[in-house]
């Protein structure tokens, strides 16, 4: 299906394209942007409402900027379509977040105008600051920085911490505060009350607007002008709101709130904030899903729609004639429920992804026993931490990717200190469209490393429920990680009974003859697909599902290792350091020499695609897995099958 842009964006090809148009034009560009957006996510997917909000302000920005010379960051980047789309990429966008296509965040080697690769939030005014450092350092005066954070992101310390830097670096930097009181669940915390208290605040703002259209009736020169607005401004916020003086005492010069949507308005102010120097936020307010009703009113449903029909608005569902095995979030959501039901010291922790993590049914049913903390991965992880302390058992549920922003507490507030956290990583393995900045394929190797830490991974819902039921009985005394990827599962009816499983013992599902598969986590359900077929050329591999990575189930090692002589492991983690490297280690302490070979995420980045692109492409899919034990096995069924 071809998607046609409209007749004016049709013609930009390039910011400079855009300049070439006259002001009152601009609108129009933003109606085009906005459908432009609209018609290509509904056929073929992506974010959604994130992008929606910021066209008016990413129109602007390059209509002003002097784009990729001015640098331009975008925290996140869920809202960067409208960007890639007037830089260049607009007839290329269909394939976003595609196999081999363009990616669904910035990214530096995609286009000149990505000046940073983002997929993790809060990280933008610290990269900016560095870009105006350079400048400033190499005698660039005119280059100018912007960048663009949402109010969600703006929760993280690491933007505090370049807030706090950037008021006293003395650089040209613009902090643009895109505040819509969203991230992909509602914002929460006393900094969105704080925002609140600024944009709701009808004194502040009817004096404020009142002082700035007095200055520019009167008979002065422009430097006076702006001169006098600042320090009636300083004024102004210290009088009517304590809240705006947050940023001000971070020695950044505050203007706003203003309306995010009002292109000329966002166009004449950016002029004039772009001829000031120093280190500045403007404050934007901005309606996340801005132009399609149905994103505006639900914009937690509409962040990642999948397919829909614009008109209707339908979400299209797959549908199915059987029952269909639930996603291993909801699994998670509802088993947490019951073992607090059973156990009042459970506890649950997320940070900003409640619906992503479904900890929301818990948030719903146990307001004071479940918590988001906002995108604040570091305090969810020494929270949980001092909930232990206490006697709690708490589930801090964090995406395998965002965990590692949080390795310090790790290491140093639950490991050190031997306490029973119980960390769920969900999205671990490849996850798919969101590509390398949020594939979990480092966890098992890092988390494996530490001291005192209990790494696991189910391979269906049932043992999912198993590890989370032994993880929070009170002989568990050591922090314990659950990890299990994106989607769904393979059990239509997975709500089986709680049964203890014994730290470090994995189990046989399988005898066989010659060669064994070890398999770690959800794989093993593509080990078990590769057997059925391997049937077929008279090969009978045994099927070990281990469970954990750490502790190893020794005994259940020197079993597979004494009775065959060929060895695959797979794992849907990076090979180096993984669950693999742990069996070598034992041959090794053993002086096992098993021919052996492992499988899992090879030591590159691994794009985007669906996973089951990428897992066939890093070598650990059921087919992958089929040739290896083909190839390891070629003598028993010719040589002539390998050419």
Same mark, same amino acid.
């Given at each position: ?11 930009? %090809? ?58 331009? +960051? ?32 910035? /990214? ?84 969105? &009350? ?8 009808? !004194? ?8 700035? /259209? ?60 772009? &001829? ?54 909801? +699994?998670?959501?509802?088993?947490? =429920? ?34 988001? +903390? ?115 599962? +393979? ?11 014994? =730290? ?10 010659? =060669? ?28 070990? %599902? ?22 695959? !492991? ?74």
């Amino acid at each position: 299906m071809e998607i046609i842009p409209g007749p004016l964006l049709k013609t930009i %090809d390039s910011p400079a394209d855009l300049k070439k148009l006259p002001r009152e034009k601009l609108h129009q560009v933003c109606d085009e942007l906005r459908q432009y957006i609209i018609d290509v996510v509904s056929v073929h997917g992506g974010h959604f409402g994130a992008s929606l909000g910021v066209v008016e302000l990413t129109t602007a920005l390059h209509y002003v900027y002097n784009t990729p010379s001015d640098q331009l +960051v975008w925290d996140v980047g869920h809202q960067a379509y409208g960007h890639k789309i007037l830089t260049g990429r607009r007839d290329n966008f269909a394939t976003n977040r595609k196999y081999k296509g363009l990616s669904g965040f910035p /990214k530096r080697s995609e286009s000149e105008y990505d000046s940073f690769g983002v997929g993790h939030s809060s990280t933008s005014i610290s990269a900016a600051l560095g870009m105006a450092m350079a400048a400033k350092y190499k005698g660039e005066t005119d280059k100018k920085v912007v960048a663009v954070i949402g109010d969600g992101a703006m929760t993280a310390g690491l933007a505090f911490e370049a807030m706090n830097h950037a008021g006293v670096a003395d650089t040209d930097i613009l902090i643009i505060l895109n505040d819509n009181c969203m991230g992909i669940d509602p914002n929460v915390g006393a900094l969105k &009350e704080y925002l609140t208290d600024i944009t709701t605040s009808p !004194t502040y703002n009817k004096v404020k607007d009142d002082v700035w /259209k007095l200055l520019g009736k009167l008979p002065v020169g422009k430097n006076f002008s702006r001169a006098m607005g600042h320090k009636l401004s300083e004024g102004l916020k210290g009088m009517v709101s304590s809240s705006a003086n947050l940023f001000e005492a971070l020695k950044l010069r505050y203007f706003g709130p203003i309306d995010g949507h009002n292109v000329a308005k966002l166009v004449d102010t950016l002029k004039d904030l772009r &001829e000031i120097p120093g280190p500045k936020l403007l404050h934007v307010l901005t309606v996340k899903g801005k132009g399609y009703a149905l994103a505006e009113k639900d914009q937690t449903k509409w962040h990642a729609p999948g397919l829909f029909d614009k008109v209707t608005g339908e979400i299209y569902k797959k549908k199915f004639d059987t029952p269909q095995p639930p996603k291993y979030q909801d +699994v998670f959501g509802y088993s947490i =429920i019951e073992l607090a039901e059973q156990n009042s010291k459970v506890f649950g922790i997320t940070p900003a992804m409640p619906s992503g993590s479904s900890l929301k049914f818990m948030m719903e049913k146990m307001p004071d026993r479940a918590f988001d +903390v906002g995108i604040c991965e570091q305090h969810a992880v020494t929270l949980s931490a001092g909930l232990a302390t206490q006697g709690m058992k708490v589930f801090c549920n964090i995406y395998s990717s965002f965990m590692q922003r949080a390795y310090d507490q790790v290491v140093h507030d639950v490991a050190i200190q031997q306490l029973p956290v119980i960390f769920c990583l969900d999205r671990a393995g490849l996850v798919g469209d969101d590509g390398p900045t949020h594939h979990g394929a480092y966890d098992i190797a890092y988390m494996r490393c530490i001291p005192n830490m209990i790494v696991s991974a189910p391979m269906n819902e049932s043992q999912l429920r198993n590890l989370m039921y032994t993880a929070q009985l009170p002989s568990t005394n050591f922090p314990f990680v659950i990890r299990y990827p994106r989607g769904e599962g +393979v059990m239509p009816e997975w709500k089986t009974p709680f049964e203890e499983i014994a =730290i470090g013992k994995g189990r046989r599902l399988r005898e066989g003859k010659d =060669i064994a598969i070890l398999s770690f986590g959800h794989p093993g359900n593509f080990a078990a697909s590769a057997i059925r077929e391997l049937k077929n050329d008279g090969l009978n591999p045994g099927h070990y %599902d281990m469970r954990f990575a750490k502790p190893l189930d020794e005994e259940l090692l020197h079993e597979v290792l004494q009775r065959y002589e060929k060895i695959i !492991t797979v794992e849907d983690g990076t090979v180096q350091g993984g669950f693999g490297s742990a069996v070598l280690e034992f041959m090794a302490q053993y002086g096992y020499k098993n021919e052996i070979r492992i499988l899992g995420i090879p030591d590159t980045i691994v794009e985007h695609g669906t996973p089951k692109e990428l897992q066939h492409e890093c070598g650990y899919d059921a087919a992958a897995i089929e040739d290896a034990v083909r190839k390891i096995m070629k003598e028993k069924i010719g040589v002539n099958i390998l050419s």
